[in-house]
């Protein structure tokens, strides 16, 4: 089955050939010939199925062939961060053909002065977050009563950030009479009813149980000590032979020492999280993308919206406090029908965690074990602090010294000379 039996134009389908794409997923071969029947959809996929392409794809055809209308937009795409609309805008830009559409991402974090340039040179699609959208509406900046279809993409993560309300806001901005689609990983009953409130009679379409992660990524699992994460993290690198990888921490505050002995090793890291602006992340991204890093070490807050090309591992340095986040970290590799491998550091106390990924991935995650180092606390002493006078201490107190217990300082049992 080939992009031309979707439904797709020949122009169209002769680019996705140039630019390497010559088989639909499945969730763009269930997709695609629904939208452009103009059907409202209601679609569930697995992270890394190619669900992007299954809404941008039609959009684009619809666009190629539509009455223009002066810089009014038709197509509106909502993302829950601006991480994942800049990965959408990216995306548009490889199938726009000579450029001969015109897109936008409205997110914040960027200059409000492009963004409302571009949309008064006219746009005919909008990739926006809902809390920039809205406030561009509020200052009379984007008119959307020409939109022709709303595309409501990561849906659960827009129920879980909070989103909703702004998208009822939006909806009532919009024509009544639009296609609507939405896309989420899972069909919990809120998404359910979300479906029932924006849609009309949708074709639901569910490819793949989505708790399940692909069976093309290699899963282990590492029990350590607190302690010992960062010497198994250096045999987990090792092992990989410095190949691309992302490094998933919990804490913002542990990303920054991690990146410090991943460079230790030689290997160069870059980190990327919610404390830095949008131009530092995105020039993080970047290095990251043309390989002058091999290593990102990131917060979830880039879990769904990296889209990295050959990315072969990923490491949870913590395991996810959320099971589901789980399957969206390891689901950044195994892509597209690629091996990868997915590596998960464990301690006594996320036993509990362990425990809720397993049962909702279905199966026991395989234990790698590595040789621990032995470092015997004398030795370091001795290399750290060569003695140069001699101590002696006749004996250790029967009982604690107050503000020392019994750990007296050297200089308090040195004999006189």
Avoid: W
């Avoid at 909703?164 to 990983?185: E, F, G, H, M, W």
């Avoid at 990327?272 to 070490?297: P, Y």
């Avoid at 909702?360 to 032995?374: A, V």
């Amino acid at each position: 089955m080939s992009f031309a039996n979707l439904g797709l134009s020949a122009p169209l389908v002769d680019h996705l050939l140039s630019v390497g794409f010559k088989i639909p997923t499945p969730v763009q071969f269930m997709v695609i010939p629904r939208f452009l029947r103009n059907s409202d959809v209601m679609a569930s996929a697995q992270t890394g199925t190619g669900k992007t392409g299954a809404f941008l794809l039609p959009a684009i055809d619809y666009l190629l062939h539509a009455r223009k209308r002066e810089k009014l937009p038709r197509i509106l795409i909502l993302e829950p961060t601006r991480e994942l609309a800049t990965q959408v805008y990216e995306e548009f830009q490889r199938f726009n053909k000579n450029n001969a559409l015109k897109a936008v991402a409205l997110v914040g974090g960027e200059s409000n002065i492009l963004q409302e340039r571009a949309l008064s040179k006219g746009v005919d699609l909008v990739i926006a977050t809902p809390g920039r959208l809205m406030d561009l509406h509020e200052r009379n900046k984007i008119m959307l009563h020409d939109i022709h279809s709303l595309i409501i993409d990561e849906a659960d993560r827009m129920l879980d950030m909070g989103f909703i309300p702004a998208i009822d806001r939006l909806v009532q901005l919009l024509p009544n009479y639009k296609q609507t689609v939405l896309l989420s990983a899972t069909f919990t009953d809120e998404i359910e009813k979300l479906g029932n409130k924006y849609l009309i009679n949708p074709q639901r379409i569910s490819v793949e149980a989505v708790n399940q992660a692909a069976e093309t990524i290699e899963q282990f699992v590492c029990k350590v000590s607190l302690h010992e994460k960062t010497q198994i993290l250096e045999h987990v690198l090792k092992r990989e032979k410095e190949k691309k990888g992302v490094i998933f921490c919990n804490r913002k505050r542990d990303i920054d020492d991690v990146v410090r002995s991943v460079n230790k090793l030689g290997i160069y890291a870059v980190a990327t999280h919610g404390d830095l602006t949008q131009m530092q992340r995105n020039q993080t991204l970047e290095m990251f993308k043309n390989g002058e890093a091999t290593i990102l070490v990131a917060s979830d807050v880039v879990a769904r919206g990296l889209d990295i090309q050959d990315l072969e591992v990923v490491i949870n340095y913590d395991i996810p406090i959320n099971a589901d986040s789980y399957v969206h970290r390891i689901g950044r590799t195994g892509r597209a029908g690629n091996k990868g491998r997915a590596y998960t550091f464990v301690t006594p106390k996320d036993k509990l965690a362990l425990e809720n990924v397993e049962l909702l991935i279905g199966r026991k995650i395989e234990e790698l074990t590595f040789e621990k180092k032995r470092i015997e606390k004398n030795n370091i002493v001795k290399k750290q602090q060569p003695i140069k006078q001699q101590v002696v201490i006749e004996s250790m107190p029967d009982e604690e010294l107050i503000g020392f217990g019994k750990n007296i300082p050297a200089f308090m049992t040195r004999v006189p000379s």
